[in-house]
């Protein structure tokens, strides 16, 4: 009896925390979920469907790939430009998928499951013109930077329109890898409703897995004009794994969840513990389907290896909820903060995650403590994970220091000057007259007016870490909108709009869960000790201007029994200068002559500061 009113008390605060409120301050996720679906039609290439919503977009790019031998005519434009950039575009199909694959019975109930499944369509038809061979995939049409020096309606472009392949001789295993993920995932969409186009998905899938397996490289080596603009960061590992997994999802085959188990420690699914998920690094992605695999009960022989898969995962989780031991930063006003340039596109991410996996611990045989994760600072409970994402979701719709939507064409105040090409010009049905490059730029670009077509739905790059904000056009770093910001979302805001009208009161966030930095001394929790030893020793003192400074000496030690290569180190609190590491995007790095630390040895590196010191931590690694 006591165990049911316990479980029943925890249903009634689990259901409380998603409950949209009536009164003031309440936000209709239904609607933010309509307008994030309109935002997807403005983005549309190609011919546009007699159903099209967004009515300010004419037909376009229609002799895209004419000049290759091939129909690349569709697909999505990423941002505010005009050029169709392959692995962004796929990770959005990916993460629009998994939204409906949770969370269609919600979008159902909101009316829009029908114009979800449309946009995921909308993308995967492109991806099968795409890949026109078992071995060659279509992975960018236009190139961003004659795009950048042209302000134009797509419905106008006078820019190049060349397409950009990998092949066996120019690989590309990141971007095959993501659209392999995205053709599995979209095949469990179509499965029951148009199970001839969903099995012609899984084919395009299986081949180019295969391809990306069989002929590793990174695609920006092949594809270079994407360097620039979507470079792949995070190299190929992870894309390898999260096309497995979402082959294993969508076939139950088990050479996928063998690959995805026996290739953790050399593609980095084991290794990485990362608090960031987007278009360039999945590993979160792929730790949140393995743990989804163990909770039900699907791991069979390979659970062990599936655990360690599931404890960074919750290391994600603990960092972004602030019960790490690293934690993501926070704005004063409660956003999680990582860049400046489009910061949104990862509060989204997230949210998602951790709406999935609070969803997955509640729900899946195999949880325990009531699905609780247990993190460095605390448990965290799932009605707390999903307390925690409303808040972000609901700083999005307007609940900032600023009063303002980043949903544009949400609410009473939101970004008017979107830096978007086809929004910020007069709309191609209203005056087909045609506009020149510079025509764009002299006359629309530099505008003071709010763009003449409303971006319905477009989540833009968002505030800085001061929750400042600038409405200005050539802003692009805060007013450019991308679909991946919006993708994650709409499972979100499904699960959201799908859990209203509950009657009960708000569940409010402990104290603990608003941390923002991490406590010094602290290292990272896994339940399983780390391959990689750090030892930090204070080799030097001295006083000088009234303070106290040291010098630390760090050791990093592989205590593997093999070669640790790709590592990459968190470094936190630094308030001095630092000597023996190179920066990278997740981090810090060795440096170049150190490619890759041998079994038992050790480098070290130095930093000076006052006080305490820096907090050091693995952040990935590869065992090979």
């Not at 949210?351 to 997955?360: E, I, K």
């Amino acid at each position: 009896m006591a165990k049911n009113a316990i479980a029943l008390l925890g249903l009634l605060a689990f259901a409380s925390v998603v409950r949209t409120a009536s009164g003031a301050g309440g936000h209709d996720y239904a609607l933010a979920l309509k307008k994030s679906f309109l935002y997807f039609e403005a983005q549309r290439s190609g011919v546009l469907p007699p159903n099209q919503r967004v009515t300010w977009r004419e037909n376009s790019g229609l002799f895209d790939g004419k000049a290759n031998g091939v129909d690349l005519v569709g697909g999505y434009y990423d941002a505010g430009d005009n050029v169709k950039f392959g692995l962004p575009m796929a990770f959005t199909v990916t993460m629009m998928s998994w939204g409906i694959l949770e969370y269609g019975k919600q979008m159902a109930a909101a009316g829009e499951l029908r114009n979800a499944m449309d946009a995921v369509k909308w993308g995967t038809d492109y991806f099968i013109k795409a890949h026109p061979e078992p071995d060659v995939l279509y992975g960018e049409v236009g190139d961003g930077d004659t795009d950048h020096s042209c302000w134009q309606r797509p419905e106008d472009m006078s820019t190049s329109r060349q397409a950009f392949r990998i092949d066996p001789q120019n690989p590309g295993s990141d971007l095959a890898g993501e659209t392999a993920a995205a053709m599995a995932a979209a095949s469990l969409v179509f499965r029951h409703t148009y199970p001839g186009y969903a099995n012609l998905l899984l084919e395009h899938s299986k081949q180019l897995f295969t391809f990306a397996d069989k002929y590793r490289g990174k695609y920006d080596s092949s594809i270079t004009v994407a360097r620039n603009y979507y470079g792949s960061f995070s190299g190929y590992g992870d894309e390898l794994l999260w096309a497995a997994a979402w082959l294993y999802e969508a076939t139950e085959e088990g050479c996928y969840l063998e690959y995805l188990a026996r290739n953790g420690d050399a593609l980095g699914g084991t290794g990485w513990s990362i608090n960031q998920f987007g278009w360039d690094v999945k590993y979160p992605g792929v730790q949140v389907l393995a743990a989804k695999f163990l909770l039900q009960g699907r791991a069979g022989a390979h659970a062990t290896a599936l655990q360690r898969y599931r404890q960074n995962a919750e290391f994600f989780v603990c960092s972004c909820v602030g019960k790490g031991a690293v934690n993501v930063p926070r704005t004063p006003g409660g956003m999680m903060y990582h860049q400046r340039w489009n910061n949104l596109q990862f509060v989204t991410s997230a949210s998602f995650l951790l709406t999935v996996y609070a969803d997955y611990a509640t729900a899946l045989p195999g949880s325990a403590g009531g699905g609780a994760v247990r993190c460095p600072a605390g448990a965290a409970r799932p009605f707390e994970i999903l307390a925690f994402v409303r808040s972000q979701v609901n700083y999005i719709l307007g609940d900032n220091p600023r009063g303002t939507s980043y949903m544009v064409g949400y609410g009473g105040s939101f970004p008017r000057q979107v830096h978007h090409r086809g929004a910020s010009i007069v709309s191609f049905r209203m005056n087909p007259s045609f506009v020149s490059c510079q025509e764009g730029y002299s006359s629309w670009y530099p505008r003071q007016a709010g763009n003449p077509n409303v971006l319905e739905g477009a989540i833009v790059g968002g505030p800085d870490e001061y929750d400042d904000f600038a409405d200005e056009r050539n802003n692009y770093e805060q007013t450019e909108a991308a679909t991946y910001n919006s993708a994650p979302l709409v499972g979100v805001l499904a699960r959201l709009a799908g859990a209203c009208g509950t009657g009960l009161e708000e569940y409010q966030l402990p104290p603990a869960a608003n941390q923002t930095s991490p406590p010094p001394h602290r290292r990272p929790h896994h339940a399983a000790p780390s391959p990689i030893e750090i030892e930090q020793n204070v080799t030097r003192t001295w006083a000088m201007r009234r303070a106290t400074y040291y010098r630390y000496s760090v050791t990093v030690t592989n205590r593997s029994g093999k070669t640790v290569r790709e590592l990459h180190l968190g470094v936190s609190e630094l308030r001095g200068r630092l000597w023996g590491l190179d920066k990278a995007r997740y981090g810090h790095v060795p440096p170049k002559w150190l490619p890759a630390l041998r079994a038992g040895k050790s480098f070290r590196f130095v930093y000076v500061q006052s006080g305490t010191p820096a907090n050091v931590w693995v952040t990935g690694y590869k065992l090979v």
